[in-house]
Nanobody
Framework: QVQLAESGGGLVQPGESLRLSCVVS????????MAWFRQAPGKEREGVSY????????NYADSVKDRFTISRDKAKNTVYLQMNSLTPMDTAVYYC???????????????????WGQGTQVTVSS
C-alpha cells in the first residue's frame, strides 16, 4: 500500500516562495510516477507537475512553468515542489499523488492516480 504525506503549506505574500514535501512509502519512487495537483476554491482539481519514475523527466502546467520545480530524493523517499514567485492565483490545496505511469498530458493525469495524499493548504495573500 502506498502512503503519502504532504507538508510545507502555509500563508505567504505575493512574490514569496514555499517548498512542499511529500514523504512516501519506501520504494514508491522506484515504481510510481509522482505528481502534484491543486484545487482552488470553487474550481476543479488540476495537475501541476509530475516527475517520471522511469527517467526522472518532468512536466509542468503552463500556469506554473518557470516558477515551480518538482524534484525527488529517493534516499529520503520524498518528492518536493519548489514554488517561487507565488501569486494569489496559486492559492489552493495541493495534493501529492502516485501515478500508475507517466500521463500523456497533465490534464488527464488524475485518471492515472493510484494513491493520494491528504493535501496541504497554500494561501498567497497580502
Amino acid at each position: 500500500q502506498v502512503q503519502l504525506a504532504e507538508s510545507g503549506g502555509g500563508l505567504v505574500q505575493p512574490g514569496e516562495s514555499l517548498r512542499l514535501s511529500c514523504v512516501v512509502s519506501q520504494y514508491t519512487l522506484n515504481y510510481y510516477t509522482m505528481a502534484w495537483f491543486r484545487q482552488a476554491p470553487g474550481k476543479e482539481r488540476e495537475g501541476v507537475s509530475y516527475i517520471s519514475h522511469n527517467d526522472g523527466h518532468t512536466n509542468y502546467a503552463d500556469s506554473v512553468k518557470d516558477r515551480f520545480t518538482i524534484s525527488r530524493d529517493k534516499a529520503k523517499n520524498t518528492v518536493y515542489l519548489q514554488m517561487n514567485s507565488l501569486t494569489p492565483m496559486d492559492t489552493a490545496v495541493y495534493y501529492c499523488a502516485a501515478l500508475y505511469t507517466d500521463p500523456p498530458a497533465l490534464a488527464t493525469a488524475e485518471k492515472l492516480v493510484h494513491s493520494w495524499g491528504q493535501g496541504t493548504q497554500v494561501t498567497v495573500s497580502s
